[in-house]
């Protein structure tokens, strides 16, 4: 996997420049520079100018006025070398911060994320599956009131939450058509959350939001092609194409997971049947496992039907026959899945995330092997399926990620950051992110 060796952003984000010229020139050379601060985390101004290849005197003119502002705040100095330390410059946490909310099937997690990815405090609540968006939205805004307090920090503070969650999302909207596995159909879920906060909230499906996450922060940054899926209650995908999300003509492009297997296959909660995640899925890995159980009745068995994929992983190593059948016969599924994946996107690799790959990882070395085996008239199949980064793949700072990248584009686009009065008019607007 080769980095691209330029000092490009990866990711493209916003609107193409409505007008070039000095300006647009300062705006997308501030942009460069905070966004090599949020990916690579806290540096000092000679390391900045370095990786952007602009002047040391440059980057000073466009970083003066976010110092002044506490925007960018000192964090240390350089290691001792020749000549005088230099200060790092950090994002302030205290004046900017976003926090993300991951919602899953029966918990929701909130966290204060800065600008540069790192989670400062995070809190989690449960509540029973199929519980009313607006209960699960309180249970959030509980979470974030308790972090907010924990940590002496006023809302104020907070340029915007990012909410990422499983279904059918139109995030220019923040309108969830279906969270299926939740039970939800029609919901403002933006709205439910600004009502309450105050606060600009984006909305954005849990693959995608993982996708810039990885983009920013992950095994993503500096590539402009590539998949990430995210592999749990359901399987989604965010795709990343010549360094931009395809969200398509509805918002809700790449449902990878909806795409058809088997027409025989099981029901899916789409409404269709034979799905790719009702084979690949958590849920469909799980009911393998207890069917294969049933067949298996009377034969030595580490599992039992209550065994989490953890347990089959272990199972699986120590060569319990049972779970050997239920991992191969799920890879299978989850490798024709892969191949479709990479038929349709043609990525330079694909990214895999989320709990069934953190918890059986047997199964994903087993995909691997077989798509990367198969080689077809047209073309082979190896692409390098990666494991995402352990940090990147945090639902709460991928949920943060959107808001992080949209914050800092209207920050750049400040004309005179010394003058914006910080929390007013360089405020995350709830407007369409392409
Ligand atoms: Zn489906």
């Not at 940054?221 to 509805?250: D, M």
């Amino acid at each position: 996997m080769k980095e691209i060796t330029s000092h490009r952003i990866g990711l493209e984000f916003g609107s193409p420049p409505a007008k070039s010229g000095k300006q647009d020139l300062r705006r997308r050379n501030t942009l460069l520079l905070l966004h090599l601060i949020q990916s690579r985390g806290p540096s000092s101004q000679a390391e900045l100018a370095r990786r952007s290849a602009l002047s040391p005197a440059a980057v000073c003119g466009i970083l003066q006025p976010l110092i002044k502002t506490r925007i960018l705040i000192e964090e240390g100095k350089s290691a001792a070398g020749p000549g005088r330390r230099a200060s790092i410059l950090a994002f302030n946490p205290r004046a900017a911060i976003t926090a993300g909310v991951c919602i899953d099937l029966e918990e929701c997690e909130v966290a204060l994320v800065d600008l540069s990815g790192r989670v400062l405090d995070k809190a989690a609540a449960h509540f029973p599956r199929y519980t009313e968006p607006d209960e699960v939205v309180d249970l959030a805004v509980e979470c974030l009131t308790r972090i907010e307090k924990r940590n002496s920090l006023d809302r104020s503070a907070i340029v915007g939450v990012g909410v990422a969650i499983p279904g059918l999302i139109d995030s220019r909207t923040g309108l969830v058509h279906v969270a299926a596995n939740l039970g939800w159909r029609n919901v403002q879920l933006r709205a439910l959350f600004e009502q309450r906060l105050g606060v600009p909230v984006r909305v954005e499906h849990l693959g995608r939001a993982r996708a810039q996450a990885e983009a920013i922060w992950g095994k993503g940054k500096n590539h402009r092609n590539f998949v990430c899926l995210e592999i749990g209650s359901g399987i989604g995908a965010g795709v990343v194409t010549h360094g931009r999300i395809l969200r398509g003509a509805g918002g809700s492009g790449a449902e990878v997971g909806h795409m058809p297997i088997d027409s025989a296959g099981p029901d899916c909660a789409c409404g269709l049947s034979g799905c790719w995640e009702v084979f690949s899925a958590g849920p469909a890995i799980r009911k393998r496992m207890a069917r294969k159980l049933e067949e298996w009745a009377g034969s030595p068995s580490l599992l039992n039907p209550m065994s989490a994929l953890s347990d089959l992983n272990a199972a699986y190593e120590s060569n319990d026959p049972v779970a050997i059948e239920v991992v191969e016969e799920s890879a299978r599924y989850l490798a024709r899945g892969l191949v479709g994946v990479i038929w349709n996107f043609d990525p330079s690799f694909v990214l895999l995330t989320g709990p069934v790959v953190n918890d059986c990882p047997s199964l994903i070395k087993a995909a691997q092997r077989i798509v990367s085996a198969l080689t077809g008239k047209a073309r082979s199949f190896e692409i390098p399926l990666i494991i995402g980064a352990e940090h990147a793949g945090t639902g709460v700072v991928a949920a943060s990620a959107g808001v992080s990248l949209r914050y800092l584009e209207e920050l750049a686009s400040v004309k005179d950051a010394a003058r914006a009065p910080f929390g007013s008019t360089v405020r995350l607007s709830g407007a369409p992110h392409s």
